[in-house]
Nanobody
């Protein structure tokens, strides 16, 4: 089993920056990928950025050049991924969720989700 906890959301002015943290614990060596998703009011949850255990990274077009996801950082039985968000816009306002995809056995991929952290971009 893998558990995920996010932190780092808040209120920021347009053009500002925030850094989100996602900490995974449990069977961290079974994790295949970790990523950030967001959901704005009245909209579907969408992928923001994802990094695989091998270091491959993908971003949503809307955040390319502004957001940076870190590669896995393993320490004290935890796997941490950061999302650095720069040049924030009002349309980035959403609840941000961390996701970890991991193998519960040799064949089964499972998603673990955090509780979400609110990011509000407003003057």
């Amino acid at each position: 089993q893998v558990q995920v906890v996010e932190s780092g959301g808040g209120l920021v002015q347009p053009g500002g920056s925030l850094r989100l943290s996602c900490e995974a614990s449990g069977n961290i060596f079974s994790i295949n990928a970790m990523g950030w998703y967001r959901q704005a009011p009245g909209k579907q949850r969408e992928l923001v950025a994802v990094v695989t255990a091998g270091g491959s990274i993908n971003y949503a077009e809307s955040v390319k050049g502004r957001f940076t996801i870190s590669r896995f950082s393993r320490d004290n039985a935890k796997n941490t991924v950061y999302l650095q968000m720069n040049s924030l816009k009002s349309e980035d306002t959403a609840v941000y969720y961390c996701n970890a995809q991991y193998y519960s056995d040799s064949y089964t991929m499972v998603d673990a989700w955090g509780q979400g952290t609110q990011v509000t971009v407003s003057s």
